[in-house]
C-alpha cells in the first residue's frame, strides 16, 4: 500500500516555474514507478510524466517535453515535477501516481494522491 500527498500547486503567471513534490507512505516507493497526470476543466486526465525505478528513465508528453523534469529522491519518499516557461493551457489539477511499470495510460499505476491545482494566469 502506497499513501501519495501532493504539495506545491498555486496561481502563477504566465512564464514563471513551480515546483510540484509528492511525498509518499510506504517501505516500498522505492519499487514503484512514479507518475505526474494531469487534468483541467472538462478534459481528461493526461499523461504529463513519469520516471522509473531507479530514476535512470524518464518519459514526458510532448507538450511538456524540454519545459517540465520529473525527478525522485528515494531516501526522502518523493517525486518531484519541477514546471518552468509555464503557458495557460497547463492549467489544472496536477496528481501524481504510483505504478509498477511505466505506462502513459492512468490505469496503469495502482494508487493516487488526491491531487494539487495549478493555475497559470495569462
Known amino acids: 500500500q502506497v499513501q501519495l500527498v501532493e504539495s506545491g500547486g498555486g496561481l502563477v503567471q504566465a512564464g514563471g516555474s513551480l515546483r510540484l513534490s509528492c511525498a509518499a507512505s510506504?517501505?516500498?516507493?522505492?519499487?514503484?514507478?512514479m507518475g505526474w497526470f494531469r487534468q483541467a476543466p472538462g478534459k481528461e486526465r493526461e499523461f504529463v510524466a513519469a520516471v522509473s525505478w531507479s530514476g535512470g528513465s524518464k518519459y514526458y508528453a510532448d507538450s511538456v517535453k524540454g519545459r517540465f523534469t520529473i525527478s525522485r529522491d528515494n531516501a526522502k519518499n518523493t517525486v518531484y515535477l519541477q514546471m518552468n516557461s509555464l503557458k495557460p493551457e497547463d492549467t489544472a489539477v496536477y496528481y501524481c501516481?504510483?505504478?509498477?511499470?511505466?505506462?502513459?495510460?492512468?490505469?496503469?499505476?495502482?494508487?493516487w494522491g488526491q491531487g494539487t491545482q495549478v493555475t497559470v494566469s495569462s
Open positions: 501516481a504510483a505504478g509498477r511499470y511505466f505506462s502513459r495510460s492512468s490505469v496503469g499505476y495502482d494508487y
Open positions: 510506504g517501505r516500498t516507493f522505492s519499487t514503484y514507478t
